[in-house]
């Protein structure tokens, strides 16, 4: 019933941007801080970006902060991560996560719901 898409992956050059979106249905988005994920092949999967409820607070990995911005439309039940000035090391697969709680946390076990990603792949 509860549905996470995500899109807006491709290939980029490094240095360039990228917006990624994640739609949500059949939950009440007003009531989920949400969080963008990503994951390398053979690699954990590691928080990047979070945004409470109703976005006045925000949470950044160091590797991404100063370049990516994460943001919501919540009467379009909609989350985004704005990508700029793209790194090789930023290649991996994005998912955005949804979780039942007033804090952002950085564990994706305190996530409830799950899209299934986009890649997202940066050439030198």
């Known amino acids: 019933q509860v549905q996470l898409v995500e899109s807006g992956g491709g290939l980029v050059q490094a240095g360039g941007s990228l917006r990624l979106s994640c739609a949500a249905s059949?939950?009440?988005?007003?009531?989920?801080?949400m969080g963008w994920f990503r994951q390398a092949p053979g690699k954990e999967r590691d928080v990047i970006a979070g945004?409470?409820?109703?976005?006045?607070?925000?949470y950044y990995a160091d590797s991404v902060k100063g370049r990516f911005t994460i943001s919501r439309d919540n009467a379009k039940n909609t989350v985004y991560l704005q990508m700029d000035n793209l790194k090789p090391e930023d290649t991996a697969v994005y998912y955005c996560?949804?979780?039942?709680?007033?804090?952002?946390?950085?564990?994706?076990?305190?996530?409830?719901?799950w899209g299934q990603g986009t890649q997202v792949t940066v050439s030198a």
């Open positions: 059949g939950l009440t988005f007003s009531n989920y801080v």
């Open positions: 945004i409470t409820r109703g976005a006045s607070g925000t």
């Open positions: 996560a949804a979780r039942e709680h007033v804090s952002i946390h950085r564990s994706p076990e305190e996530y409830d719901y």
